[in-house]
T-cell receptor, first 116, second 109 residues
Framework: GAVVSQHPSWVICKSGTSVKIECRSL??????MFWYRQFPKQSLMLMAT?????????EQGVEKDKFLINHASLTLSTLTVTSAHPEDSSFYIC????????????FGPGTSLTVT | GQNIDQPTEMTATEGAIVQINCTYQ??????LFWYQQHAGEAPTFLSY????GLEEKGRFSSFLSRSKGYSYLLLKELQMKDSASYLC??????????FGAGTTVTVRA
């Protein structure tokens, strides 16, 4: 149980275009999901907290107009990187908060974004 | 703010034991996680400590001292497949995880 999927697993796009990444909880409902970014040989940095039915909460330094997050259902959150630039190339990972009184987050497999 | 420190790299021999230390200074504490991450993959859960003491789970054990802001992950009987990055992460009152930079463990034959 507690499986989280991401799509696509990798994507290459041209500078200036937008890319959408989907994060789905497959066998449980997730009212809260998180989006992280990880540059090579660095740790995960939290970008934003996504709550179903409400606006996402962004961490300091993350541009909310560039990284659009939509958590439209209890099993799906999407991250759209708008007007992507080469510096946005990174590994993007989502996670979903477990149900009940648990602090455990279940991670998706990640999406590798390369902007050329 | 959150400040989580762990060593950058460690090397050990197959069959040996390695201890990865993690110190933290955080605003809000609701437990500490250890994750394993292979390159290009998502982190996988290893352990969660919220009370002081040692939690043992097979070859992996994790220890927490809240008063000292200190944890360690102990890997026993090292195998080649244990070569990976190990991440220490603290969860705050808002369920947010703050990660350390990760410790790359290399297991040599």
């Amino acid at each position: 149980g507690a499986v989280v999927s991401q799509h696509p697993s990798w994507v290459i796009c041209k500078s200036g275009t937008s890319v959408k990444i989907e994060c789905r909880s497959l066998d449980f409902q997730a009212t809260t999901m998180f989006w992280y970014r990880q540059f090579p040989k660095q740790s995960l940095m939290l970008m934003a907290t996504s709550n179903e039915g409400s606006k996402a909460t962004y961490e300091q330094g993350v541009e909310k107009d560039k990284f659009l997050i939509n958590h439209a259902s209890l099993t799906l959150s999407t991250l759209t990187v708008t007007s992507a630039h080469p510096e946005d190339s990174s590994f993007y990972i989502c996670s979903a908060l477990g149900t009940g009184f648990s602090y455990e987050q279940y991670f998706g497999p990640g999406t590798s974004l390369t902007v050329t | 703010g959150q400040n989580i420190d762990q060593p950058t790299e460690m090397t050990a021999t197959e069959g040996a034991i390695v201890q990865i230390n993690c110190t933290y200074q955080t605003s809000g504490f609701n437990g500490l996680f250890w994750y394993q991450q292979h390159a290009g993959e998502a982190p996988t859960f290893l352990s969660y400590n919220v009370l002081d003491g040692l939690e043992e789970k097979g070859r992996f054990s994790s220890f927490l001292s809240r008063s000292k802001g200190y944890s360690y992950l102990l890997l026993k009987e090292l195998q080649m497949k244990d070569s990976a990055s190990y991440l220490c992460a603290v969860v705050d009152n808002d369920y947010k995880l703050s990660f350390g930079a990760g410790t790359t463990v290399t297991v040599r034959a």
